[in-house]
């Protein structure tokens, strides 16, 4: 049976009390990801957690057989809660071009609202976005990346060495940090593996 609500967490021990929204790790990531094999950090909890894996399944099925149901769902969460800080995909990534103008879409329904995603879906077309949905390319070593004006985080494992020197590093505390959803063109964060 799918499940016609999307679940949206309410908070994680990195993010504090930030919801997100996450989707099957791997399953939603583009096919040359270089994460996939054994650094992905959300592919540990899905294997680990059973209720976590139930529930990124239900909103990564909801996300591809129904999505005008997935997105109404979000809305209708943010309508209710109004939250300052929304994260996409603490597991999964973009789906498609239809996915990229969903989220779109929510974030211009919500202006007051903050929305952050890290991805790897670097083909799709970011241009229109609203100013309050802040979109970042995330570096892994080994992973090409295309020539940006966007922000880009860069995942260290002690082989990376494209970070920029003016690279801030992550606190690993978001609840405390905020400044993803602030990044500006060009500006750059690196994090640690975790």
Request: a positive charge.
């Amino acid at each position: 049976m799918i499940n016609d609500e999307v679940f949206i967490s309410e908070g994680n021990s990195k993010l504090g009390k930030i919801p997100n929204v996450s989707l099957t790790p791997i399953l939603s990531c583009g096919s040359g990801c270089s994460c996939r094999e054994k650094l992905c950090y959300a592919k540990r909890i899905y294997a680990r957690y059973p209720t976590v894996r139930k529930l990124w399944d239900s909103n990564l099925t909801l996300a591809i057989t129904d999505q005008i149901q997935y997105f109404s769902s979000i809305h209708k969460y943010l309508k209710a809660r109004s939250p300052e800080f929304f994260r996409w995909h603490v597991g999964g990534d973009i789906l498609n071009p239809d996915y990229l103008h969903g989220m779109k879409v929510i974030a211009a329904d919500y202006p007051k609202i903050k929305f952050l995603c890290f991805t790897k879906m670097y083909h799709l077309d970011f241009v229109g976005c609203p100013k309050n949905l802040r979109i970042v390319f995330s570096a892994w070593p080994g992973h090409p990346l295309p020539r940006t004006s966007l922000p880009v985080a860069y995942m260290q494992d002690g082989t990376e060495t494209r970070v920029p020197e003016n690279a801030k590093e992550c606190s690993g505390l978001c609840h405390d940090c905020h400044e993803c959803w602030s990044m500006k063109r060009k500006d750059a964060v690196v994090f640690h593996v975790h």
